[in-house]
Nanobody, 121 residues
Framework: QVQLVESGGGLVQPGGSLRLSCAAS????????MGWYRQAPGKQRELVAT???????NYADSVKGRFTISTDNAKNTVYLQMDSLKPEDTAVYYC???????????????WGQGTQVTVSS
């Protein structure tokens, strides 16, 4: 029912910046962990960053210090600010939502359609 729509991808030079957005169709971030994953050609999808409903963030070592995940709950949106981009950051970036649905901790995972980020000279 809840849809996740990514935007903000594009082409950027090494060292540049890009800001990705993930808009939810309704307010579902409470009780959620939101995240960004990416998948480069020939590679498996990997975690980039996550943020909990309490604001706790976690980053892959490869992006730590360069990327920042944040939310604007009033807009039902999660962002990924990407600075100091490198060619190896080139990938399709996917928004992810994990919702805890009961006291036993069962979860429901949802994915956006992905947005292409290309870092190249």
């Amino acid at each position: 029912q809840v849809q996740l729509v990514e935007s903000g991808g594009g082409l950027v030079q090494p060292g540049g910046s890009l800001r990705l957005s993930c808009a939810a169709s309704r307010r579902i971030f409470s009780g959620n962990t939101m995240g960004w994953y990416r998948q480069a050609p020939g590679k498996q999808r990997e975690l980039v960053a996550t943020i909990t409903s309490s604001g706790k963030t976690n980053y892959a070592d490869s992006v730590k210090g360069r990327f920042t995940i944040s939310t604007d709950n009033a807009k039902n949106t999660v962002y990924l600010q990407m600075d100091s981009l490198k060619p190896e950051d080139t990938a399709v970036y996917y928004c992810h939502s994990r919702v805890t649905v009961n006291v036993e901790g069962a979860t429901i995972d949802k994915w956006g359609q992905g947005t292409q980020v290309t870092v190249s000279s």
